[in-house]
């Protein structure tokens, strides 16, 4: 992987385009669910799913296809939609998020979903899970590679310094971690509530490669997972500073929309918002 | 006497903690089968991990004090394949990590083993922090966790090698202490089936753990008196044995159940939830009384809150009782 041609950059920012619509469709329709991190990750995920991660949508158990674990379960909806579009599931499913028997549950569920590697939603888990996986591999000889994408606010659960401390002493340098740092969880800012910084010494100190990127950003994102990659003799994690709600005006950055749904005007003035910002370019 | 018996048991039973079973079925099965791996939290010595470690090494995992971690990792190797067997002390296994077991063990159905080594009472001097009476409650209300508490070594060995080509999580209950070893070396383990120690038709101890032998010494005591206690081997909480209760009820119509754990939320609860739902018979309950333990030996403590043969003879006569008059 390098850093993508224009042509690839233009099928990127459709998938982005896709990814976003759809968030605020479901989330929309199904009056609830987290829509602010959902939207701000949308770059960082249509890079990974359409062209940084090594899988196979109709074999989603293929042995040797990189494991993604999402830890911050509650931003399911972009990953949904990034596997809808990627070909998991018929796309017209995103719409049956959080409804009754759908296979789309509010926050991850792997029996319900081939796909979904773990159950997340209760904060902290998943990164020990990506560890465990990544142990494994090591174990077993295999080669391919553990993304694991965490919350800044998750980071507050003492289970993620755990997981920490154990990935810098195996030394695993097949796991790349990104964080979601858009400084907001439910009830404010993460430096109000309970400050993380300095959040990228607090890794280093844990025996981490450290990288630091705008997350909304496509050269930004791929020189990050690319540099990650080459990284030896520790796990990575990549700081992605990214922005709650982009390119949604009146959800960039606040807080209220980490975790409500939008209303019928609020999601017909967020996709009219998306629409131009698309059609304007960047 | 049942060739399920050790034919000292009555004469003087060899004993053995069960924990010593964690370290020799996992260096056993390890031989076979490469897909075992060990992962404890800083107790490899107690829970005798380290006879695992000794012989492989690069499938051992000291994940040190950790638990919520540990249990993370072996959800994600069990994930890869790999089938692990997770050990450290019955309170931090079950209370400490109890959301990582509930969402990445049971809810995710990962191929995870639970084995706590120090549960009950008879960890003893430690006190209550180390005293896990709570474990079997926590771990039975979880759709699809199974539950065992074996009542010696030799039957720890049986279920941990066999729950080993049962796919999903369990929860195995051991226990520090030296145990007698009732069960003879040829005694089944049949998940979900209960193990019936002596047939009777009076009354029916259904008990497990530490607990069966004390089960065991008041059957012998109640055979002079022409009482006949029917014991089983209740060793599987969850699924529990249906059709033995079923039995029982009809053919003894009186019931006592004996654990070291909380009568609330274990054994005692089990049972006394399949007879009000199914076929209501008088059930009198050995166990911990919705209480704290506290430091103490081993032997002191069991005496001093009543889990021993004695007090099963008691809540036999009180059962009978109440068989009469209802």
Redesign the interface.
Known sequence: MSIPDKKTLGMLKEKAYKIRTSCVRMIHKAKSGHVGGSLGLSDIFAALFFKILNHDPANPHWEGRDRFVLSNGHVVPVLYASMAYAGYFPVEELMTLRELGSRLQGHP???NLPGI??????L??????????????R??NQFHRVYCSIGDGESQE??IW??A??AG?YKLDNLTVFMDRNFIQIDGNTEDINALEPVADKWRAFNWHVIEAYGNDFEEIFSAFDKAESLKGKPTIILFRTRLGFPVSFMDGVSKWHGTAPKDEEAQKALEEIDAFYQGGE | MSHYLDKDIFTGPKSKPTRDAFGLATSAMGETDDRIVVLTADVSGSVRADWFAAKFPERFYNMGISEQNMVAVAAGMALEGLIPYVSTFGVFITGRCYDQVRMLLAYSKTNVKLVATHTGITVGEDGVSHQMLEDVALMQVLPNMRVIVPCDTREAIRVLTAIKDMDGPFYVRLGRQNAPLVTSEDAPFELGKALMLQDGDDVTVIANGVLVYEALLAAQNFAEENISVRILNMHTVKPLDHDALLSAAHETGAFVTAEEHQCAGGLGSAVANWCGTNLPVPVEMIGMKDQFGQSGPAEKLQDYYHLRSTDIMDAVRKVLKRKKTS
């Open positions: 569920s792997r029996t590697e773990i159950s997340t939603g209760s902290g888990q998943g990164l020990g899970v990506a560890v465990g996986m990544a142990l494994a591999a174990q077993k003492g289970s755990e997981a401390l154990s002493h």
